[in-house]
């Protein structure tokens, strides 16, 4: 991150100078100017989510960084979704940086402000489709790649019959991340799908699960704090059932360190965050498109008992 706020700064010193240039393009530097610049981030998350508490921190970090405006917004309904959009177009804003867990939702909205002549990043989910919408880049990690990690990883510490437990109902990029760990999975994998919006209601089902099927000796979830609710679920249960998990926050990293949690994937939903705001910017201030039309990965990354401490520090940052 330190180097690309370098490049910003230099981009920025670049401008400045050409300000001075006497060119007499004033308007046009006018229109650049980085303390007039505004972008929107729109994802699709609820209220009360660590992970995308962790991309809104990463996204005003770099406008803090760069002197630019940033927004955050967000709503898991891809129709309301799509009027957050359409509202940033409407906006006139420079930039807008968008997760697509239901990319048919938004393609109209997303496709019109590419038309509109706002660039658009985007970020966690999409990475199939972010071309065909126009957009400039995605920044994420492959579901596929990373669930297929996780299958393996499972395999190494010896499960053989696990449950995925999805937390958000038609969101692509967990039911890839469930697909491609049952694919590697030597083992027998079925999913589960709860309300990812009550903690209670998540943990009540987990438990109600292993109490059905004591075979089952590993619960798989798909964000941190889900991975805490099923380390209640397994002691409520009196299950033996070892949890993994996608992405992570604090206790996720205390759970890695006590044995609790056997590892945590971490896709980095800060550097998400703030490489879709440090994307706009240059594009903005430089032409760039960072990423030369290729998707750019922040993960994943695991977090095991080996390596939790290092990351714990970065976690209670709430930046990790």
Not at 37 to 45: D, F, G, K, P, R
Not at 57 to 80: L, N
């Amino acid at each position: 991150m330190k180097k690309l706020t370098t490049v910003a700064a230099l981009a920025l010193v670049a401008t400045t100078l050409a300000a001075c240039s006497g060119t007499g393009d004033e308007e046009k530097q006018d229109e650049v100017a980085p303390n007039e610049l505004t972008y929107a981030v729109i994802t699709h998350s609820s209220s009360g989510d660590a992970f995308w508490d962790r991309v809104k921190s990463g996204a005003e970090k770099a406008g803090t960084d760069y002197g630019v405006t940033v927004s955050y917004s967000s709503d898991p309904d891809p129709a309301k979704q799509a009027q957050l959009i359409d509202g940033a177009v409407a906006d006139e804003v420079d930039g807008i940086v968008v997760s697509m867990a239901n990319p048919d939702g938004l393609e109209t909205s997303i496709k019109d402000a590419v038309a509109a002549g706002i660039p658009v990043v985007t970020i966690n989910s999409g990475v199939d489709r972010f071309a065909e919408f126009g957009a400039i880049t995605h920044i994420g990690q492959s579901e596929t790649i990373a669930g297929e990690a996780v299958g393996e990883q499972l395999n190494e510490n010896g499960l053989t019959k696990a449950i995925c437990v999805i937390q958000e109902a038609g969101n692509v990029g967990l039911e890839e991340r469930c697909a491609a760990a049952a694919e590697s999975f030597d083992g027998d994998m079925e999913n589960l799908q709860v309300d990812g919006t009550d903690d209670s209601a998540v943990q009540a089902s987990i438990t109600s699960k292993l109490q059905a099927d004591p075979d089952i000796d590993g619960v798989l979830t798909l964000g941190g704090q889900y991975a805490i609710d099923a380390v209640g679920a397994v002691d409520e249960s009196g299950s033996e059932a070892q949890v993994a998990t996608f992405d992570l926050n604090e206790d996720v990293v205390a759970g890695v360190e006590d044995g609790s949690i056997l590892f945590a994937v971490d896709q980095q939903p800060y550097v998400q965050g703030f490489l879709g705001v440090t994307t706009l910017y240059l594009k903005s201030i430089n032409g760039n498109d960072v990423g030369g039309g290729q998707p750019i990965n922040s993960g994943p990354a695991f977090v095991t008992k080996e390596n939790a401490a290092e990351v714990a520090e970065f976690a209670a940052n709430g930046t990790r």
